[in-house]
């Protein structure tokens, strides 16, 4: 980052120099002092505009370095929230899937409903909202976040269809031709765990652009 206050310094240094020719041509022309005090005038109010001039870009400057530097903090602030928002994702859907939250013996449609109502889904609400203000501190070329929380979610509806599949059909594979169910389950697993990865490398990468 350049510093703003460089140019003062020159500028210093410039009225310095100017300062001392003034000098140097008044004794220099101690004969003609009223020539002498004109010019000492005129470089005078040369060194005051210059010194106003400075002062003004510099405080700019200043202000501009000052709220980029806010911008960036607020942007890292809501890249924190949306690791924590995937970080509940993740401890939930663990608890879901694989823990006590899941209950077999209720029909799809009262206990899954496409995840409706379930932890699960709030927390994945939660995960789009939070995807959503991180979109709009991007700029426009980054704005891609709530689509990753779509993708994501839409991995886990399917995941709970299979889920459910596997627990209430009464056959482990479909008809000749057609893929298991365990299978399907197992690719969406794969699939969910890389989203995941993938959601939270790119989290980590945005923090240190903004850090």
């Given at each position: 980052m350049k510093n703003p206050?460089?140019?003062?310094?020159?500028?210093?240094?410039?009225?310095?120099?100017?300062?001392?020719?003034t000098y140097f041509y008044g004794i220099m022309l101690a004969h003609q002092i009223d020539?002498?005090?004109?010019?000492?005038?005129?470089a005078s109010a040369l060194i005051a505009?210059?010194?106003i001039v400075v002062v003004a870009w510099a405080s700019v400057q200043t202000?501009?370095?000052?709220?980029r530097q806010t911008e960036r903090g607020l942007t890292r602030v809501v890249i924190w929230d949306t690791k924590v928002a995937l970080r509940r994702v993740e401890t939930?859907?663990?608890r879901y899937f694989w823990g006590s939250y899941?209950?077999?013996?209720?029909?799809?449609?009262?206990?899954?409903g496409e995840l409706t109502g379930t932890p699960l889904e709030k927390s994945l609400d939660a995960l789009k909202l939070?995807?959503?203000?991180?979109?709009?501190?991007?700029?426009?070329?980054?704005r891609e976040w709530v689509d990753h929380a779509h993708a994501l979610s839409d991995v886990a509806a399917a995941m709970a269809r299979e889920r459910y599949q596997l627990d209430y059909s009464d056959i482990s594979f479909n008809s000749p031709g057609e893929t298991?169910?365990?299978?399907?389950?197992?690719v969406l697993v794969y699939t969910w765990s890389a989203s995941l990865k993938s959601f939270d490398h790119q989290l980590d990468e945005m923090e240190l652009r903004y850090a």
């Open positions: 206050y460089a140019p003062g310094f020159w500028c210093a240094v410039v009225a310095l120099v100017l300062l001392s020719a020539k002498a005090m004109i010019f000492l005038d005129s505009v210059m010194a202000r501009k370095i000052q709220q939930v859907f663990d899941w209950q077999p013996g209720r029909t799809f449609q009262e206990f899954m939070q995807c959503l203000k991180l979109d709009k501190a991007l700029a426009s070329e980054e298991s169910v365990d299978h399907e389950l197992e």
